[in-house]
């Protein structure tokens, strides 16, 4: 059981470049979501999805895009990346109101 | 703005010692709260919850204590160990949106021997 799964776990991209953030779980759980943590703001919520086929915006969706064509797997989207991008990014499912994180993405936008 | 607030960045306490992660809300819509620990280059790990019908939760060392006319929570370790040391994030849930969890900043919580 392998949880929550982010690739890639580093990523340096150029100002302008785009790139898509992988998550998968195996838990079979219908609500997902990305989170940007960054010092001293805590985790902050980019989009989750209730269920395959929806979605929804967070606290800071803009710049990023997000789709749940199944309910394993929900990536993220940088379409034009800008240094204000970089960041740690945690992708999460839920079972009721607790959270299973993946390890993360360390993303560098220069 | 910041709903979720955890204004000690860091804590540092002895071996065998309690520590106290404390943690302040604004929002009086939020109505479940949860305690989240992490170590570097790993994603957090679920700790402690509690629901805002109860003033306290205890699971082992871990105690969460919730005073709701002051928005405060607190989360109490004792005895602390070395391995406890990490960073501690407090969230909270509104009663209305479920999707809606926010983060604090986070405690960095280093436990010496």
């Known amino acids: 059981n392998a949880g929550v799964t982010q690739t890639p776990k580093f990523q340096v991209l150029k100002t302008g470049q785009s790139m898509t953030l992988q998550c998968a779980q195996d838990m079979n759980h219908e609500y997902m979501s990305w989170y940007r943590q960054d010092p001293g703001m805590g985790l902050r919520l980019i989009h989750y999805s209730v269920g395959a086929g929806i979605t929804d915006q967070g606290e800071v969706p803009n710049g990023y895009n997000v789709s749940r064509s199944t309910t394993e797997d929900f990536p993220l989207r940088l379409l034009s990346a800008a240094p204000s991008q970089t960041s740690v990014y945690f992708c999460?499912?839920?079972?009721?109101?607790?959270?299973?994180f993946g390890q993360g993405t360390r993303l560098t936008v220069v | 703005d910041q709903q979720v607030k955890q204004n000690s960045p860091s804590l540092s306490v002895q071996e065998g010692r309690i520590s106290i992660l404390n943690c302040d809300y604004t929002n009086s819509m939020f109505d479940y709260f949860l305690w989240y620990k992490k170590y570097p280059a790993e994603g957090p790990t679920f700790l402690i919850s509690?629901?805002?019908?109860?003033d306290k939760n205890e699971d082992g060392r871990f105690t969460v204590f919730l005073n709701k006319s002051a928005k405060h929570l607190s989360l109490h370790i004792v005895p602390s160990q070395p391995g406890d040391s990490a960073v501690y994030f407090c969230?909270?849930?509104?009663?209305?949106?479920?999707?809606?969890?926010?983060f604090g900043a986070g405690t960095r919580l280093t436990v010496k021997p």
């Open positions: 999460a499912s839920y079972m009721n109101t607790e959270a299973f």
């Open positions: 969230a909270a849930i509104p009663g209305n949106n479920n999707n809606d969890m926010r």
């Open positions: 509690i629901s805002s019908i109860k």
